[in-house]
Each structure stands twice: as structure tokens, then as C-alpha cells.
């Protein structure tokens, strides 16, 4: 039976190991965190909120309205969207949401996926057994934006070509450690931080309800990441160091490229070249970029990969939110997982 969907080939090294003393006190801290935040998408989230989707938010003021217009560059004779009228500014917004949420869907089964075979490939039962853990939080996370898709917004976005080519890097790769970089570091930090900001812009209470529970595993699972690679990347060579980086530089060019939108402005009938000039150039979706990337910086920086090429590719995308981001890493990192604790 030939079902939708994407096969990706890959030789795996499945590791065993013998020794199940729990020697990693973090890695035991957060899985017993990750043990008992466990929540159902069934019964813990509201769904009976009617969600209208094509509607003006309401809580949104005319003047609120007008400047984000101005911001956005709605009114400049040269704006791909000089011709929308206020409804159609407003399907924009939640064609925006709807491939956001749908992005959001694909990235968790992603998770889902790539820490399932991290589960077989970690040398060490810390993190098998947080991993275990962590896979039945990314199979809830799919199932409630699923479930919202399709009952509450009735619609929804294939996955982007850059996600997926970023997807299927990770999933091709046989060492444990790109897993981690790729989907726990890269991909699930710019989650975290990508849910956050919608938070601001979604336009329904259910959305909202969906987002901050996925959010409070999410900063879990980056702080997993981070846990699990801060002590094994000083053992590399500076060889295998150099490969790590290069991973690096291309995850973070699909991710930018996932960004510029081309599947919303196909939709909304903008002409995809003149749209993505737009989401590269407009100082909103810089800003919006640079705090994507406000959670990668300084995760990278603490594993020792924010080399100056790397950092050179960060400030040419124009994904460092501010000069000082080196400095402030540390600080960054410590809010990162402060969040995990409360969680």
C-alpha cells in the first residue's frame, strides 16, 4: 500500500549498552521533569472555541492596524501588496498563521522521528531514556496541530522544500551527534523561539492554548540537546569539528530560506519572486528572522561552534539580533534553561 509521504534512506548504527547507571545528574533531572509534565492533547486542551478563520482580529485597534501596515510596507506604491484591500490584508494574516501552524506540524513529526532513532543511536541510557520520553511529547505536539488544521482551520501547507531538505539531512546522517545538532539545536530552537512569536500574532484562543504547552517541552528538549553535546564536542578533532561546522552553515541557509515564505505568496497570488525580495529586505521580517535565530546563537556559541565563519553566515542572513551576541550568549543559554526548570 503506497501511502503520501517521503522515504528517506539511511545506515543507521543501532547502539546498545550495557551499563544502565544513570551517571549524567542533569540528563536524570530532566527526564524526571519530562516524566511528570505530561499532558494530553485530548482533554487539556479547550477545542470548542469557534475559530473564524478569514476574520478580522478584534482585538486589534485601527490605529494598532495602521501602523503595522506602515511597518509592513502595505502602503508603499512599490509593496508587492499595494493593491490589497483591508480583507485581503487579512486573509494574508491567516494564510501567514496556517503556514506557520502547518510548518510547525511537519518540524514535530520531524522531531518526532529523528529522536526516535536517537533513541537508538546514543551511546549512553541518560539519554536513551530522555529521548524516550521526548518522543511521546513530539507524537502529541503532531497529533493537537493536526487535529487543529483540520477541524479548526479546515486547511493547510505542504511541508516547505527547505524544511524538508533540512529533514532529510538529518534523517541521511549516522552520527548521533548531527541528530542532535540538526533537530535539537537547530530545527527545535528556532522552534521554540518561532512559538513564542506566534503566540504574539495568532489570531484564535485555541492556537494559543496548543502553542504554550508545546512550548513548556520544547525548552526540554533544546536544553537535551545542549546537555547532551556540551561535553562530547571538545573530545572532536578539530577535523570533525570543521565537519560539524559546515552541517551547521548549510542547516542555517535552509532554515533562512524557509523564512521567505514562497508558499504563502504562491497562495495570496504574489508574484513569488517580488515576495520573497520582500521577507529578505523588509526591516519586520528581518527583526522577525533575527528572533528566530535569538535561541540558536547562543546554543551554538556553548558548544564551541560559533567559529567566525559561522558567525560571518549569522551576520551576512542578518540573523544576529544584536552585535553583542557573543557576550550575551551565556546569558541567553542560562534564560534557555531556566525555562526547562520551570517547565
Known sequence: MTTHGLD???????????????????????YEKGKVSQWNATTDIDWTPEVNWGEPDPTVTEEERAQ??????????????????????????????????????????????ATA????????????????NQVADEARHVEAYAHYLEDKLQRSYPISGPL???????????????????????????????FGLGNVIFRDPVIKQITDYVMRDEARHVAFGVLSLQDYYPQLTSAE????????????????????????????????????????????????????????????????????????????????QFKDAVDSATEELAAAESTADAA
Do not use: C
Open 241 to 320: 569539528l570543521a565537519e560539524r561546522e559546515e552541517f551547521l552553515l548549510e542547516a542555517t541557509d535552509l532554515m533562512y530560506q524557509r523564512f521567505l515564505l514562497e508558499q504563502v505568496w504562491e497562495r495570496v497570488g504574489i508574484d513569488v519572486e517580488a515576495g520573497k525580495a520582500y521577507a529578505k529586505d523588509n526591516p519586520l521580517m528581518i527583526i522577525f528572522r533575527q528572533m528566530l535565530f535569538s535561541k540558536i546563537v547562543p546554543n551554538v556559541n556553548k558548544l564551541g561552534l560559533l567559529t567566525p565563519k559561522v558567525r560571518d553566515r549569522f551576520e551576512d542572513l542578518q540573523v544576529l
Open 117 to 132: 532513532r536517537l533513541v537508538e543511536t546514543v551511546p549512553d541510557i541518560d539519554s536513551k531514556y530522555y529521548a524516550a
Open 68 to 113: 503595522l501596515d506602515e511597518f509592513m510596507g502595505f502602503r508603499s506604491a512599490d509593496s508587492p501588496f499595494a493593491n490589497f484591500d483591508d480583507a485581503k490584508r487579512t486573509e494574508l494574516g491567516w494564510e501567514f498563521q496556517t503556514w506557520m501552524v502547518s510548518q510547525f506540524m511537519h518540524g514535530e513529526q520531524g522531531a518526532l522521528v
Open 164 to 194: 524538508q531538505a533540512l529533514l532529510v539531512d538529518i534523517m541521511e546522517e549516522k552520527r548521533w551527534d548531527i541528530t542532535y545538532l540538526g533537530m535539537q539545536i537547530m530545527v527545535e530552537g528556532l522552534a521554540l523561539a518561532a
Open 8 to 30: 528517506v534512506a539511511a545506515d543507521v548504527r543501532t547502539h546498545f549498552t550495557w551499563d544502565y547507571t544513570q551517571s549524567r545528574p542533569a540528563l536524570t533531572k530532566l
